[in-house]
C-alpha cells in the first residue's frame, strides 16, 4: 500500500471516490471544476492523500494546513473529507491516510491537527480515537451556509 499526493489525473477517480463520503454524486467536469481542481493542486497548504490498492485509489483525506498568529505563530491542521470505497473498508488505508496527514502536519511545525466527523456509529468514532484523535478535548459547532 502507497499514499500518496493527488496528481492531475486523479481527478475523476477521486470525484469517483467522494461517492462513497455521504453518497456525494459526481459532478460535471466543465472549466469551474477544473479551475478549482487546478487552484487545489497549486495549493502548498492544501494535500490530497491517497491509499492506493494495485492501481486503485482506495482512501482519501484532505488536510489543509493553516497558518496561525497564535501558539507561538505555529499552523494548525484540518483534516477533511476522509473516505474508503466500500470495497477496500476494514483493511488499513484510511489509517494510512491519516498517518500520512499527520507526517504533513508535523513536517509544517503545527501545533496540533483537527478533524470533525458526522459519524455517531462508535466503530468509525473508535477508528477516529485509535489513530489517536481525542472526542472529548473540544466541542465542534457548525453553520451550514
Not at 127 to 144: P, V
Request: hydrophobic share 40%.
Amino acid at each position: 500500500m502507497t499514499v500518496r499526493e493527488a496528481r492531475a489525473e486523479d481527478l475523476q477517480p477521486l470525484l469517483n471516490l467522494y461517492t462513497h463520503l455521504h453518497n456525494n454524486p459526481v459532478p460535471e467536469i466543465d472549466s469551474r471544476l477544473l479551475s478549482l481542481w487546478e487552484r487545489i493542486l497549486n495549493d502548498p497548504d492544501h494535500h490530497i492523500l491517497l491509499a492506493d490498492a494495485d492501481g486503485q485509489i482506495a482512501a482519501s483525506c484532505v488536510v489543509l494546513i493553516v497558518p496561525n498568529l497564535t501558539n507561538g505563530q505555529r499552523p494548525y491542521a484540518l483534516i477533511e473529507n476522509v473516505v474508503t470505497h466500500a470495497a477496500y473498508r476494514r483493511r488499513g488505508y484510511a489509517t494510512a491516510c491519516l498517518h500520512a496527514a499527520k507526517q504533513i502536519a508535523e513536517r509544517e511545525g503545527c501545533y496540533k491537527i483537527m478533524l470533525m466527523t458526522g459519524a455517531k456509529d462508535a466503530g468509525r468514532l473508535h477508528f477516529y480515537e485509535q489513530a489517536g484523535f481525542d472526542r472529548h478535548e473540544k466541542t465542534a459547532f457548525i453553520q451550514r451556509l
